[in-house]
């Protein structure tokens, strides 16, 4: 940074000093007037405390290498759900014009058939053993990607706080292996009956 020539912080900082001294010393005030109507400043003006200049903000960290995921899982996963609950057709169904009952009786077989899915082909446990409502304490260097902090959320661990979802995890993953052939964006074919 310059005098000619400041860095936009130290514009910032030099504005917002600036206006203080402006409104707390009217002798100031008038020296700046004078400067902004082309004049120039009277010797005996104070000149403005200097500011101290911005500490540099510290060295970010490097991005993270992000993966490319092939979303051909995800759409195994999708016509598994599609297969065994009819979750696509339920989602895609408009629903306003049916009854809460109906709704209701639709939701119980969609729900039991992507159990049935998920348990056949995940095994996913808690990531908390602890009961919800639990009252816990997260040492330093806990699993940020396990357990999410949230309220209010202040200072550094250890973290004492209660459980409000104990998160879940899969240790075990059991889909289907696929031929080369099979086109994965199909998530169920279309049915023609002769």
């Known amino acids: 940074m310059t005098d000619s020539n400041p860095s936009f912080l130290g514009r910032i900082s030099l504005a917002v000093g600036t206006f203080f ?21 009277a010797a005996a003006t104070p000149a403005p405390a200097p500011t101290p200049a911005p500490t540099p903000a510290p060295a970010a960290a490097p991005a993270p290498v992000l993966k490319t995921a092939s979303p051909d899982a995800a759409l195994q996963l999708l016509g598994l759900l599609q297969r065994d609950a009819r979750f696509i057709d339920f989602v895609e169904e408009d629903i306003k014009s049916y009854s809460d009952a109906d709704i209701g009786a639709a939701a119980r077989l969609v729900h039991d058939g992507c159990r049935t899915t998920l348990r056949e082909h995940f095994t996913i446990r808690p990531v908390r053993d602890e009961a919800e409502g639990s009252r816990i304490t997260l040492a330093e260097g806990f699993d940020a990607s396990a357990v999410r902090l949230t309220g209010n959320v202040v200072g550094k661990a250890p ?30 074919p279309a049915e023609v009956e002769l």
């Open 21 to 41: 001294s402006i409104l707390g010393d009217g002798e100031f005030a008038a020296g700046v007037l004078r400067l902004r109507q082309g004049g120039t400043a």
């Open 159 to 188: 973290f004492n706080g209660s459980i409000s979802h104990r998160g879940w995890r899969v240790d075990e993953v059991r889909l289907p292996k696929l031929a080369d052939s099979h086109n994965a964006n199909v998530i169920a």
